[in-house]
């Protein structure tokens, strides 16, 4: 049973597609609210903040969008993966799937909304009149960093949530609390300098703060994206390692 | 056999052979399984770190659902799993099929497993039958080739027809586990496993599949087979054992366990009569005990009455007056008829 690579990949595929129809099940517009969701959020937030912050933002809805687009593929991104084991309980007491394929499969699925959600920011530069900078190709290191941590932190979680179901609740306000730390739709310069270092810890802010800098035509710092480089392949490692110890145990605990 | 032994002796992965040289299909070694069923459990963390902290952590309770159990299954026999409600078949079969990790012991496996044991689990409800062939084709681990190749075999067996473009939440029971059927049996295995799948559906399928697992077991594949139906298991099954209160109570011949486990039964059903005194005769043996005598006393009456006697020395003097009565009630009639 899943020997072999190809039928691991008909497996992800079709659990990625299951969790795209499921989602959007019963709604006239479908998959076009992956557009729309980022869009509209998009246009609350300029609309409310820009305000208040657009005299120190250049181009504030696609400040605002790159910021938006990483921290929700982070944040639904880790929450599938903690919640893929304890949602799929029925499949796993029943018929013997590696249980990683269901994390693997509820990352995967973030992603392609991710990506889908990219042609709206990519629609704002166009409307906005922005520049399209050849950095923009170098996005996708701190992409594929962010990438990383999502899928390590999925895995820690996915087992510590099948374990305490609390941790759900406890992740949710977590990432409410890394939203307000990771300068979505404020700019950084409004922080006090000493609280700054802080903000350059958080992972999560490392990630968009790259990531915006491609967008805008400025050469990501190498320190930076090492740094995130390091905690990613740390955490991945961590959640590896965690969830093949814990892996035969976790269908005794459904 | 010395010719076989030398060929196999050539290293081959996932080879497996006993000292007698027998291709093996199945090895249970020491097989232990325990589930915790702690009254009081732990799962959230605030009571975790309370506990912890007041050193108050009741170890869960765990019951032994299986214990040291160790047999063989060899390659192309069929071995048949006798128990009665709850004595551990489906954990067997599901710790053999992979769904959970033994708490001690080893299993070795040799060969393409197909589980035939939870036909429609991973069907998504809100899917057409045709897309949920994809899917549950997909957690059965097969590929997308082959199941384009074998997607209209699929839908003809299943005799769904235009429903296979419905969503299977519109589907009905019967519907759901015919479809479920129809995709799991396309496997090609090694080795299948069985918990109480022969008749699925109505009548009409119900022959069908059974047709269909009886042409899967042929061409040299291995059987575990878990049913109740003891026709069934003398049909199809070369070996058996038989399992009680998760212990491995007997291994062996068909016949001879099979006889081993009915008498058994009808011992605690002969223990339970005795306590309710009930008249019913429930025992489908003593029916045709009674059939076989009821034709037989038309012959010789009298030696056979003797015999019966002496075979029921166990029953109850009631019941043996009651057979009497009976004898007689059915010889009076019977020399009416003549």
Known sequence: ??????????????????????????????????????????????????????????????????????YDFFSSGSKGAMNSIKKNSGILKKIYVPKYMFAVSAVCYEFVNFLISFAILFGVMIVTGAEFHPTLILSLIPIGLLFMLVFGLGLILAVC????????????????????ASALFYPIEVVPVRVQILFTLNPVYTAISTFRECVYGVVPDFLSLAYLGVF???????GIILFRMYEKKLSLEL | MNLFKNKNNSKNRNYMEDEDGRE???????????????????????????RTLKRNKVAPKKVRILDDISFKVYKGERLGVLGFNGAGKSTLLKIISGIYEPTEGEIKINGKIAPLLALSAGFDKNYSGKNNIYLNGAFLSMTEDYIDEHFDEIVEFSELGESINYPVK?????????????????????????????GVGDIKFKKKSNEKIKSMME?????????????????????????????????????????????????????????KKSKDKSDDDKKSDDKKSKDKKTEDKKSEDKKSKDKKTEDKKSEDKKSKDKKTEDKKSDDEKN
């Not at chain 1, 039928?7 to 006239?28: G, H, I, P, R």
């Not at chain 1, 990613?232 to 961590?238: D, H, S």
């Not at chain 2, 009081?40 to 605030?46: A, N, P, R, S």
Request: charged share 25%; proline share 1%.
């Open chain 1, 161 to 180: 949530n099948t374990y305490f179901s609390d941790i759900g609740y406890l992740y949710n306000v977590f990432t409410l609390i890394l939203m307000y």
């Open chain 1, 232 to 238: 990613a392949v740390t955490v991945l490692i961590i």
């Open chain 2, 170 to 198: 519109n589907y009905s029971s019967g519907m759901k586990s015919k479809l479920g059927f129809s995709i799991a049996t396309t496997i090609k295995p090694d080795i299948l496993i069985i918990d109480e799948i022969l």
């Open chain 2, 24 to 50: 093996i299909a199945i090895s249970v070694e020491h097989l232990t399984m325990e589930f915790k069923v702690s009254k009081d459990k732990i799962d959230t963390l605030k009571e975790y770190i309370i």
């Open chain 1, 1 to 70: 049973m899943f020997d072999t690579f190809a039928e691991k990949k008909f497996l992800l595929k079709q659990l990625v597609k299951k969790n795209l129809t499921s989602k959007y099940k019963d709604s006239v517009l479908g998959i076009l609210w992956s557009f729309f969701n980022p869009l509209l959020i998009m246009i609350v937030f300029t609309a409310i903040f820009s305000m208040l912050f657009g005299r120190n933002i250049d181009n504030y809805p696609v400040y605002f969008l790159s910021g938006r687009l990483l």
């Open chain 2, 219 to 275: 061409e040299g594949v291995s059987v575990l087979l878990v049913t109740h139906s003891l026709k069934q298991i003398k049909e199809i099954c070369d070996r058996c054992i038989w399992i009680e209160n998760g212990k491995l109570l007997m291994e062996g011949e068909t016949k001879k366990v099979v006889k081993a486990y009915k008498k058994n039964a009808n011992k605690d059903k002969k223990k339970s009569k005795k306590k």
